[in-house]
């Protein structure tokens, strides 16, 4: 018999990487093992994201490039998955009509179940999202086989080293903005004993860091009962899971501002193998904006957080998300997110121009800001934060940092600083992907730090 092949193409965030491997693992199980090549696969899956209307546009016209593909190879099956799926359902099959499955979020765990049956019945097939969800528990079937790899590429999937670990699906906030409640559901927080589980189950196969994943890891636990005790919440959460013996490196994100408790900030304090980095996006640093945005937080709040922080953690890294050009955005408005970027001086930051997305309360909005104005701003913005990220880095010059080894090859190593930073090493090639050693940052860069090791 045949083997099948399936290659899964991911857009969007962490969420979507680790769904892509619990589809793959999922796929196994149906006799189909991972392809190299898109265009030859016997199953495409884009785990596609909506988060911004480019977003959406490349996998449409990836689309477009697969109806080729499938002229010549008609026995090809193609999958939408992830959030574009959720949010445009079956329209996606009217649009593109040689797609076989239409997969929204929740459903990612019966792809070998519902291929089969496109198989079966040579039927198209849409799902969509139920309204009392459970995360299914999976347990993840990983073999670590990779030390020397030299393919140094900057994906967003995370080394054999670090993995992601869903501790919640949806969002219940509605910021005003974004299409996440949309696309992935109302809030669920899985079971405790479930998290704790999978991350042993990860560690025992050699990972090394773990990074929680859900869109408010704040609220975890504040929809539906995680454990025995009704006020379990995600401090709990983190000191259980840093309990794991063995894990090295403990991350998590995203946090809403909002949500986000003296309990929790103390935990950077208190829990040894928490990383020193927290990413806690602001969106905007006018109060004005951010109430339209309905974030329910204010500028000096943040402020108040990132001072605490400090506090607890003075060696911590900030990154944030900023929206430029959200509709009503003055010159003022923009002016007070400079001020905020200045005074916080983050150690990174993700920015993007407002996007329209379909179904926001947002996109009703009336004073929609001009994109040549959105790109100005956006420039100015990203520009300030190179020279800020530059110089942050350059504080680091002269340290010794503990290295996580993520790859090795013929031109040195790259790892990464409990803080979130590359780190080039050269003159290293003895070590192995896994390793954590000492390094001497020796020079810094905008996007990453270069070291010298003893090894
Ligand atoms: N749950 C996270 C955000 C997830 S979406 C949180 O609450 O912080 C990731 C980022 O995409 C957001 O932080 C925001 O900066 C950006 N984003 C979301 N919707 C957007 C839109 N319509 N236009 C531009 N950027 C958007
Ligand atoms: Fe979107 Fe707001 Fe939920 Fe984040 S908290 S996923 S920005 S609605
Ligand atoms: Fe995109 Fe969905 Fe993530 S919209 S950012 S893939 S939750």
């Keep these: 018999?045949?083997?099948?092949?399936?290659?899964?193409?991911?857009f969007g965030c962490q969420m979507n990487e680790r769904d892509s491997e619990i589809m793959a693992q999922s796929l196994?199980?149906?006799?189909?093992?991972?392809?190299?090549?898109?265009?030859?696969?016997?199953?495409?899956?884009?785990?596609?994201?909506?988060?911004?209307?480019?977003?959406?546009?490349?996998?449409?016209?990836?689309?477009?490039?697969?109806?080729?593909?499938?002229?010549?190879?008609?026995?090809?099956?193609?999958?939408?998955?992830?959030?574009?799926?959720?949010?445009?359902?079956?329209?996606i099959i009217k649009r593109m009509p040689h797609v076989d499955?239409?997969?929204?979020?929740?459903?990612?765990?019966?792809?070998?179940?519902?291929?089969?049956?496109?198989?079966?019945?040579?039927?198209?097939?849409?799902t969509s999202l139920e309204d009392d969800y459970v995360i299914p528990h999976v347990l993840p079937e990983i073999a670590i086989t990779k030390s020397n790899d030299s393919s140094m590429d900057d994906s967003i999937a995370p080394p054999a080293y670090a993995k992601f670990v869903t501790i919640m699906q949806g969002c219940n906030n509605y910021c005003t903005y974004c299409v996440v409640p949309y696309t992935r559901g109302r809030e669920v927080s899985r079971k405790?004993?479930?998290?704790?589980?999978?991350?042993?189950?990860?560690?025992?196969?050699?990972?090394?860091?773990?990074?929680?994943?859900?869109?408010?890891?704040?609220?975890?636990?504040?929809?539906?009962?995680?454990?025995?005790?009704?006020?379990?919440?995600?401090?709990?959460l983190l000191r259980d899971v840093s309990q794991v013996e063995g894990l090295e490196r403990l991350r998590f994100t995203t946090s809403n501002p909002k949500d986000l408790t003296d309990e929790l900030m103390q935990c950077f304090k208190?829990?040894?193998?928490l990383c020193p980095q927290f990413h806690l996006p602001v969106q905007s640093g006018s109060n004005a904006i951010l109430k339209k945005m309905n974030r329910k937080y204010s500028v000096e709040q943040y402020f108040d957080h990132v001072e605490h922080l400090r506090e607890y953690c003075p060696e911590i890294a900030l990154t944030t998300d900023v929206i430029i050009g959200f509709p009503g955005e003055k010159d003022e408005d923009f002016d007070a997110t400079m001020k905020l970027l200045n005074d916080v001086r983050f150690h990174g930051s993700f920015s993007f121009k407002y996007s329209d997305r379909p179904g926001t309360v947002a996109s009703t909005f009336e004073g929609k800001v001009e994109e040549i104005?959105?790109?100005?701003?956006?420039?100015?913005?990203q520009k300030r934060q190179d020279k800020i990220s530059l110089s942050?880095?350059?504080?680091?010059?002269?340290?010794?940092?503990?290295?996580?080894?993520?790859?090795?090859?013929?031109?040195?190593?790259?790892?990464?600083?409990?803080?979130?930073?590359?780190?080039?090493?050269?003159?290293?090639?003895e070590l192995k992907g896994g390793e954590m050693i000492d390094a001497k940052i020796s020079h810094a860069g905008q996007h990453s730090l270069q070291g010298v090791t003893s090894k």
Excluded at 103 to 125: D, P, S
Excluded at 399 to 410: D, N, S
């Design 373 to 381: 104005v959105k790109s100005e701003r956006l420039a100015i913005f």
């Design 1 to 10: 018999m045949k083997i099948k092949t399936f290659y899964i193409k991911t």
């Design 392 to 429: 942050r880095n350059q504080e680091y010059v002269g340290t010794i940092k503990r290295i996580l080894i993520e790859r090795c090859g013929k031109d040195g190593c790259r790892g990464r600083t409990d803080t979130n930073h590359i780190v080039h090493l050269e003159n290293c090639s």
């Design 192 to 236: 405790n004993n479930d998290i704790v589980d999978e991350v042993k189950v990860l560690v025992r196969s050699g990972v090394k860091e773990i990074t929680l994943l859900g869109q408010n890891v704040n609220s975890y636990g504040r929809t539906n009962k995680v454990s025995d005790s009704a006020t379990y919440n995600f401090s709990n």
């Design 101 to 126: 499955l239409v997969i929204g979020t929740q459903n990612i765990y019966k792809i070998g179940t519902l291929i089969e049956e496109v198989e079966t019945t040579g039927k198209q097939i849409v």
């Design 28 to 91: 196994g199980k149906f006799g189909y093992q991972p392809g190299t090549d898109l265009y030859e696969a016997d199953l495409v899956i884009l785990n596609t994201c909506s988060i911004r209307a480019k977003a959406e546009q490349k996998v449409m016209s990836l689309l477009g490039y697969l109806r080729k593909a499938k002229t010549k190879n008609p026995a090809m099956r193609i999958c939408v998955a992830g959030c574009v799926a959720q949010q445009e359902g079956g329209r």
């Design 270 to 273: 208190d829990i040894k193998n």
